[in-house]
C-alpha cells in the first residue's frame, strides 16, 4: 500500500489529518466544541496526534484519539505495524550523545524534574557529567534518576525562591562548580499591564528573576576561584518581543537577558562565561493561560502562526552546547533556539 493510501491511525502528523477528506472535518469538529479552530493546531502539525494526549495534559485523553481514528477508518481503528514511521516533523530529530563532554565536570540544573531541565540534566550526565538536578519535586527527580540509573545525579529537592534551598543546592555541588544551568520557570497569565494582579507579577519575577538571581550569585565564587565556568539561563521568545506573553513574563524574561548581558561584560577577562537561550515554543508542562480578553486577543492570535512545537531534547541540544567547552569564546549571547521565530 503506498504511503497516501495508509489508514489515519494515532501516529499520522496532525497536518495529514487536516488534509485528508475524511479526518480533517473530524478534528475541525472537535476543535469546534471547544470554541477553537484549526489555527489552534498550527504549531503542533508536524506532530503526531498521538502527542496531543501528552501536550494537552488531561483536555485531550487518550479515549478521544481513539474515538477519532476509529472515526475516521469507518468505526474500525486500524491495526498499526510496529514499523510504522511516526509522523514526521521535530520527532524526526535523533539527539546524538557526545560521550565525555562533560567528564570531571560539575553542572548544576534547575527544573531538572520535567521539560527542558530533565532534557538538559539527562544530556549531561550522559555525556559524563555529574549533575546536581534540582527540582520543587521530589516524584519527578525521582523518575529522572530511575532513568539513568548509572548516570552520576545527585536530587536537590528544593525551591531557589527560598535562600535555605539555594544554600542547600550549592552545598550539594561541593568544591567544584563547572556549569550552571537556569532552566525553572514559570509562565503568567497573558494580562496586560492594566489587568497585572500584584500575586501574578511577584510570583513570575520570584522564581524567573529574583530566584535565578540568587542562584547564580551563589555560585559565582566557586568559578570566579576556579577561573572558569558556564552559566547558560534559559530566557524565551517573549525575551526579544513584546507579543509572546503577559506583561509580568515578558518583563521577567527581558530582565534575564539583561542579567546575562551585564554578568558576559563584567566577567569577560575572568574565565566565567554566561549565554542565554531563547526558546521558542517547546513541548513542556509550562503552559499559558488566558486571564484577560485583550491578552487573548493580541497575543492569542498570534500564536497561530509561531514556528512548530520543539521538543525538550531540542533546547537541551542548544543549552549544553553553549554549557560545553564547544562554546568557547561565546559570550553574552541570547541563542534563539526558537525554529525561526525571531526572524518573523
Do not use: C
Not at 148 to 172: F, R
Not at 231 to 252: D, K, M
Amino acid at each position: 500500500m503506498a504511503k497516501q493510501d495508509k489508514p489515519l491511525t494515532a501516529k499520522t502528523s496532525i497536518g495529514d489529518w487536516l488534509k485528508h477528506p475524511v479526518g480533517g472535518p473530524l478534528i475541525r469538529e472537535m476543535l469546534a466544541a471547544g470554541g477553537q479552530d484549526e489555527k489552534a493546531l498550527a504549531p503542533v502539525r508536524l506532530f503526531s496526534l498521538q502527542r496531543l494526549v501528552a501536550l494537552s495534559q488531561g483536555q485531550m485523553p487518550q479515549s478521544t484519539v481513539d474515538d477519532l481514528v476509529a472515526r475516521a477508518n469507518g468505526g474500525v481503528a486500524p491495526v498499526e505495524d510496529d514499523d510504522d514511521e511516526p509522523a514526521a516533523g521535530p520527532a524526526a530529530w535523533v539527539e546524538r550523545i557526545v560521550p565525555d563532554r562533560f567528564a570531571g565536570q560539575t553542572v548544576i540544573v534547575t527544573g531538572a524534574g520535567s521539560g527542558i531541565g530533565r532534557a538538559t540534566a539527562s544530556r549531561v550526565a550522559q555525556e559524563g557529567g555529574r549533575v546536581i538536578a534540582v527540582d520543587i519535586s521530589s516524584d519527578r527527580l525521582a523518575e529522572l534518576t530511575g532513568s539513568l540509573p548509572d548516570a552520576d545525579i545527585v536530587s536537590v529537592v528544593g525551591d531557589i525562591t527560598k535562600p535555605d534551598d539555594v544554600a542547600a543546592i550549592v552545598a550539594a555541588a561541593g568544591d567544584r562548580i563547572d556549569g550552571l544551568a537556569n532552566v525553572a520557570g514559570i509562565m503568567d497569565d497573558m494580562t496586560p499591564l492594566h489587568e497585572v494582579s500584584d500575586a501574578v507579577w511577584e510570583r513570575v519575577f520570584a522564581v524567573n528573576v529574583d530566584g535565578m538571581f540568587r542562584l547564580t550569585r551563589a555560585v559565582l565564587p566557586t568559578m570566579l576561584a576556579a577561573s572558569r565556568g558556564s552559566i547558560v539561563n534559559v530566557a524565551s521568545e517573549a525575551g526579544l518581543r513584546g507579543s509572546a506573553a503577559g506583561l509580568a513574563y515578558t518583563a521577567s524574561k527581558h530582565a534575564v537577558v539583561g542579567i546575562t548581558k551585564s554578568s558576559a561584560f563584567m566577567y569577560g577577562l575572568t574565565g566565567v562565561r554566561v549565554n542565554a537561550v531563547a526558546p521558542g515554543p517547546v513541548a513542556t508542562n509550562i503552559q499559558a493561560t488566558f486571564a484577560s480578553e485583550l491578552g487573548q486577543e493580541r497575543v492569542g492570535n498570534l500564536l497561530a502562526f509561531i514556528p512548530p512545537v520543539a521538543e525538550p531534547a531540542q533546547l537541551a541540544a542548544s543549552i549544553t552546547f553553549l554549557l560545553s567547552d564547544d562554546g568557547t569564546n561565546l559570550t553574552g549571547v541570547i541563542l534563539p533556539s526558537d525554529g525561526g521565530w525571531s526572524v518573523q
